[in-house]
């Protein structure tokens, strides 16, 4: 990525198990964290981050089968740039955790690409094969198998310290699939 590449994670975490992926993707993609809170609003200046930003990666948990209504208080407030389409091709991903193996994550992520449609971005997939054979663990990168965007799994009873490892390290990769993405259109 060239210094001047600018990747911020925009997400929502309603109990702290989003956050962590948030923190692993963020690491490894040396992108900005900003965080919905809990009334579905982003803190001072963050309108401006992401109007400045190359890439902008959505990350919200699923719940019923979508994003919370937070990130979609985010989304509609986004609606403001939209009118001016001023986040045209900018490029854009995204992740959601949720409790059950499926639990209609990719509805999550659909919500994601739509939005990044909408403001007539560029989507980025994980970019990462799944490892979906006898021998395959859950401990193995992208055991979750997308490749819309990153999904991952904490059981209901977990804390977010108890965030699957493979799951950690799947965000990790895919975090480094996003730098390399934004190098390769910076450059
Ligand atoms: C209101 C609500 C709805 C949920 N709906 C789903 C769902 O549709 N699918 C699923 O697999 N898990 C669902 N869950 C479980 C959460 O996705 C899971 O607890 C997740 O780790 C929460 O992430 P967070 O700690 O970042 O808020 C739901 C949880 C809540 C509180």
């Given at each position: 990525m060239t210094s001047s590449s600018k990747i911020v994670v925009v997400y929502h975490s309603g109990y702290g198990h989003t956050q962590k992926v948030a923190e692993a993707v963020a690491e490894s993609a040396r992108a900005s964290l900003l965080k919905i809170d809990a009334e579905g609003n982003l803190p001072e200046a963050g309108w401006e981050q992401l109007a400045a930003a190359d890439m902008i990666v959505f990350g919200s948990p699923t719940y019923m089968g979508t994003v919370s209504w937070q990130f979609k208080k985010f989304a509609d407030a986004s609606s403001k740039p939209w009118f001016r389409q001023a986040w045209k091709n900018k490029l854009f991903a995204g992740f959601t955790n949720s409790?059950?193996?499926?639990?209609?994550k990719h509805s999550t992520l659909h919500y994601f690409m739509t939005l990044a449609m909408q403001h007539s971005g560029l989507w980025v997939g994980t970019g990462l094969m799944p490892?979906?054979?006898?021998?395959?663990?859950?401990?193995?990168?992208?055991y979750v198998g997308s490749f819309a965007g990153l999904m991952t799994v904490s059981p209901?009873?977990?804390?977010?310290?108890?965030?699957?490892a493979g799951d950690i390290a799947t965000a990790k990769a895919f975090g480094g699939r996003l730098l390399e993405t934004a190098a390769h259109f910076a450059g």
């Open positions: 409790a059950t193996m499926n639990g209609d490892n979906n054979s006898k021998a395959a663990t859950r401990d193995d990168i992208n209901s009873d977990a804390s977010p310290e108890e965030m699957v």
